[in-house]
């Protein structure tokens, strides 16, 4: 199975920073067609998880442009650009290039 | 707007078997793959199951292989999920998320939860 490897576990942040996460797999994430399925996802408190990035660094619809993604074949960041207290919750990466599809272990963000 | 709703979850006995529904609307259903994924309390996610658009492929975690069965009904717009052999570590709130052409998740359910405890 492909490992997901996230950190930091957890981060606090002031409202206005700007924050990394960071997700390394233990196998390249490039499928045979060319492409990386590698996305983020957040979860905030009470609420069911939310995409917002896919294959690398596409924004989800609604996804505000403060997030970026960015990374090729094993090594990925999450940035967050400006963080805002609507950002407060559980970062998780995800791979759906092998099977069986697998998730980090998540990053919580905390506003200081 | 694309609306995803678990239900058939509660409280259950180890060794019992349970079968999870996800009605599906605002999107054309018939067109996409779905997914179970499944989160422990206070735990990460766990995806445990995809079946494509038209049911010609299904996929399990091994965690779930042989005791979980994903199924689909096009023409009721509902994803299922029946569980067998149900153990404690089967405990855990369920949501089926959508699966685009991108090949991620991109809309979830409010999740319903699954209890197994004697």
């Known amino acids: 199975d492909v490992v997901m490897t996230q950190t930091p576990p957890s981060l606090s942040v002031a409202i206005g920073q700007s924050v990394s996460i960071s997700c390394k797999s233990s196998?390249?994430?490039?499928?045979?067609?060319?492409?990386?399925?590698l996305h983020w996802l957040l979860q905030s408190p009470g609420r069911s998880p939310k995409r917002l990035i896919y294959?690398?660094?596409n924004l989800g619809s609604g996804v505000p442009d403060r997030f970026s993604g960015t990374g090729s074949q094993k090594d990925f960041t999450l940035k967050i650009s400006r963080v805002e207290a609507e950002d407060l919750g559980v970062y998780y990466c995800?791979?759906?290039?092998?099977?069986?599809?697998?998730f980090g272990s998540g990053t919580k963000l905390e506003i200081k | 707007e694309v609306q995803l709703v678990e239900s058939g979850g509660g409280l259950v006995q180890p060794g019992s078997s349970l079968k999870l529904s996800c009605v599906a609307s605002?999107?054309?259903?018939?067109?996409?793959?779905m997914n179970w994924i499944r989160q422990a309390p206070k735990k990460g996610l766990e995806w445990i199951a995809l079946?494509?658009?038209?049911?010609?492929?299904?996929y399990y975690a091994d965690s779930v292989k042989g005791r979980f069965t994903i199924s689909r009904d096009n023409s009721k717009n509902t994803l299922y999920l029946e569980m067998n052999s149900l153990r404690s570590e089967d405990t855990a709130m369920y949501y089926c998320?959508?699966?685009?052409?991108?090949?991620?998740?991109?809309?979830w359910g409010q999740g319903v939860m699954v209890t197994v405890s004697s």
């Open positions: 998320a959508k699966w685009p052409g991108t090949g991620a998740f991109d809309y």
């Open positions: 605002g999107f054309t259903f018939s067109n996409y793959g």
């Open positions: 079946i494509y658009y038209d049911s010609s492929n299904k």
């Open positions: 196998q390249s994430l490039v499928y045979s067609d060319g492409k990386t399925y």
């Open positions: 294959q690398v660094s």
């Open positions: 995800a791979q759906t290039t092998h099977f069986p599809l697998t």
